[in-house]
Structure formats: C-alpha cells, structure tokens
C-alpha cells in the first residue's frame, strides 16, 4: 500500500494550473510511496485529455470525472473516497511544490499545514487547505468536508474546529513561509468565467459558519460592518431601537404598514399582529434572513427591492428608520413617499457631520429645516425620547430626529 495519498481538485485551467502542479508533484516526490489522484468537476478545456494521457504515464494514478461543476467540497471529497493511503494530502491545483523533501516535511501529527489562519468565528487556528496532510483516522472521525459549502470556502474552517473538539492537534510549522511551495491563492475562484461572484458566495459560507457556531459573529456580519442593526427572533432589542419602533406603533393610522430599510425585520413585533406589514430592503440576505425568522406570518410580506425602483403602493403609514441618510437622493425620496402615505415616519441622524458614522452615510447635516410639514422628536444614545435635542457629549454622541409627517385631509 502507498504511503501518501495526494488528491488534487481542479476545475479548468489545465495549462495554466494543472500541469505545472502535476509535474512538480512528480517531480519532486519518490512517486513508488505516492498515489496521485485528480478529482475533475465541469472542466470543459483539455483536463480530459490530460488525465487519459496520465493514466498510461503515472503508474500509480486514479481519475474522479464529473461531467458538471459539483464544487470544492465534493470534489475533493470524491478523491479523499479513492484513497488508499493512511497520510492523505490536500493539495490545490494552483500550487507548485518547490523541493523533494515537501512530504516528509508534512509527515508530523494528524493535520499538518502549510499555512494556518486565525477564524474570527470559530476563534481557533485552521490549517488552510490548499496543502495540507491529514491522518485517515481524522477523517474516520470528523468525517469528509462539509458539501453544503459548494463551491469552496470555510469548509477548512468547519473541518479544523470540528478536529480539534475531537482532541486531534494542528501543525502549524511553517507560517514562516519556509516550506517548499508556490500558491497562486484562488486561480479559479478568482476567474468570474468560471466561479461567478465569488466574493458572495464566501460570504454566504461564513454566514452559514458562524450561523452554527458563532451566533454574534453571524449577527455582525449581517450588520454589514455596523451599517444596519440586526436582531434575531428572541433577541433583546437595545432602547434605542425598542423606543423609537414603540413610538411609531403609537403614531400609526389605518392598519397597513411599509417598511423601507427593514434589515432582519425585527420592528414587526412591535406592531400589533392585526396590522398589514410588509418589509422592504436592499440587501436580498438580509431579507432572507427577515423570512426566516417567522415573524408574525399572517399579514407580514418581505421584499428586497431598491427603494429607487421600488413600484410603491398606498399606505397608510411608511416607516423609514435611519434610511434617508444612506441615500444620495434621501431627500427627495422622503418627497416621493409621502405620495403615497397617510403617514410618514422617519428618523434620521441631526445634525451629523460628515464621517461620524462612517462611509455608508450619504447625506450629512440634516437638521429639521430639511424636513418642512414634519413635527419633530428626539431621541438621545440611550433610547430617551425627549421634544428638543439633548446635549452632545462623550456620553450622548448624537440625537436622531424622529420625524412624523400626515397627509392634510
């Protein structure tokens, strides 16, 4: 039986990535311990040709085939099933080895890296998967890569957490950039004709991670860097989003409700069960994650739309809670709103100036001569409504206004 297993997924880029990786593998290896195996998913230039020419030259080979793209995970998961081998390495097709001694320098524990990184969300060290050596008894008891990832990304993180609950070590011996390799990093994901919006689909995967295993983690991503507040059915809601949504289900008239910029859906708690509520917002995970939660389902409707394109209806109230000043034509959209309300709800920072809040603020310095027609509140940092706006200190950095505008009968 050989001693090492090295399983290499690939997906296109045979000239550019492949060979070069193959050949330095062959190269550099006492090919009479190694078995190679390539696990080919949706390739659609000459890897076939290549992998049958590679079955007459490598003695020791196997071929994975799939016709489709079926992702990182299961690919690799399709060769780590072939393997015969008790050390089984990892090794992305983009990486090139550069010395004869690579796999006795993995040869160490039960998961042994080339590089490892730290996870915000599990809060551990993970070895990087694009080369790395795993005993087959770890795999024995984690199990093979978590396939919900798809396309790639966090299943690496997932793996190393759950290994290490089990009481298996990771190696981290070369962060120091001594081991023998060249890695491109992302050759495929990188390529949008191969792997559209990549960047999205990683952060689908830490979402789902931290979802699992990381609850606050997966609540600031959500927040898009602090840009939005994000509360979870059974979350506390702090007292400054708790007052201002209790304030507006005491101005409310009619009983239906539209709410612009209503991120995980949480103000529709506040609101009696009776009332018509839908939400709207940009952000098409967000508003998925407003589904999820199961508000009030009768009577309640999520959408992700851009308020700018948004086909509005009549209302009879509209609530838009620190959406205005997101928008580079806030102004005027407050205009357009009030076309079709009976009531108009806002609130919006007073008087900010400009990066006090960060880049995601569009309009800056607004103060209620912006707002003519509307009567006017104000609620400090600690959720304190009061009529005039309180004093700006290091405690009380900022008043929002809370606005109200009805339409003359």
Known sequence: MKKYSVVIPTYNHCEKYLKPCVDSVIKHSN????????????????TRAYLDYLQTAVPHFRMCWNDK??????????????????????????TVILDSNWLEKLDTGDINAVWT????ITQRNFAVFFCVMINRKVFDEVGLLNESYDTGGCEDIEFCYKAEKLGFKIEANFNDGSFPIYHKAEGTMDDPELVKDWKNTFFLNELKLAQKYNPDHYRFLLSNNYERAVFLKGD????????????????????????????TGYGRQFFDPGIVYTGLDYDPI??????????????????QADINQFALAQYDNIVAFEVIEHLDNGLEIVEKLKQHC????????????KGFWG????????????????????????????????DITPENPCNLMICRWTASE
């Open 31 to 46: 090919m009479d311990d190694v078995e190679l195996i390539i696990s080919a998913n949706g390739c659609t230039d000459n």
């Open 69 to 94: 793209p079926i992702g990182f995970a299961k690919a690799t998961n399709a060769g780590i099933e072939r393997c015969k081998a008790d050390k089984i390495v990892l090794l992305n097709n983009d």
């Open 117 to 120: 990184q730290f996870s915000p």
């Open 236 to 263: 506390p809601v702090f007292p400054r989003e708790t007052q201002r949504y209790e304030w507006a289900a005491k101005n409310l008239v009619g009983n239906t409700v539209l709410e612009i910029g209503c991120s």
């Open 286 to 303: 967000i508003v998925e994650v407003a589904k999820e939660q199961q508000w009030e389902s009768y009577n309640t409707e999520f959408y």
């Open 342 to 353: 009976k009531r108009l709800l806002i609130t919006v920072p007073h008087n900010e100036p």
């Open 359 to 390: 880049e995601h603020h569009r309009l800056h310095g607004l103060t209620e001569k912006d707002f003519p027609e509307f009567t006017f509140a104000y609620i400090n940092h600690n959720g304190d409504i009061s009529d005039v706006p309180q």
